[in-house]
């Protein structure tokens, strides 16, 4: 069983920037593929960036480039750097586990809120 625990969100105006945190229980992180994902008010719940073990990250569109995905190993810890802050970007952000390369998260953290004013 992996628990995850986010940490870091609040409000920014737009154009700011924040960074997200989410740390993971067990001893197998490292062997982990994290994601990061978002859902806003009355929408679905859609990816943001997912980090691999060796450390390959893949990213949606709509945040490339102005989001960052890392993960410290030592730490169980995955990160999310956000920057150039737009209103839309507003919603709860999860972290998410997976012990799979591929396929579903297995495990999920309660989320964090991101306001973003204009």
């Known amino acids: 069983q992996v628990q995850l625990v986010e940490s870091g969100g609040g409000l920014v105006q737009a154009g700011g920037s924040l960074k997200l945190s989410c740390v993971a229980s067990?001893?197998?992180?490292?062997?982990?593929?994290m994601g990061w994902f978002r859902q806003a008010p009355g929408k679905e719940r859609e990816f943001v960036a997912a980090?691999?073990?060796?450390?390959?990250?893949y990213y949606s569109d709509s945040v490339k480039g102005r989001f960052t995905i890392s993960r410290d190993n030592a730490k169980n810890t995955v990160y999310l750097q956000m920057s150039s802050l737009k209103p839309e970007d507003t919603a709860v952000y999860s972290c998410?586990?997976?012990?799979?390369?591929?396929?579903?998260?297995?495990?999920w953290g309660q989320g964090t809120q991101v306001t973003v004013s204009s």
């Open positions: 998410a586990a997976a012990s799979s390369g591929f396929g579903k998260y297995d495990y």
């Open positions: 980090i691999y073990g060796n450390a390959v990250t």
């Open positions: 067990g001893r197998t992180f490292s062997n982990y593929r």
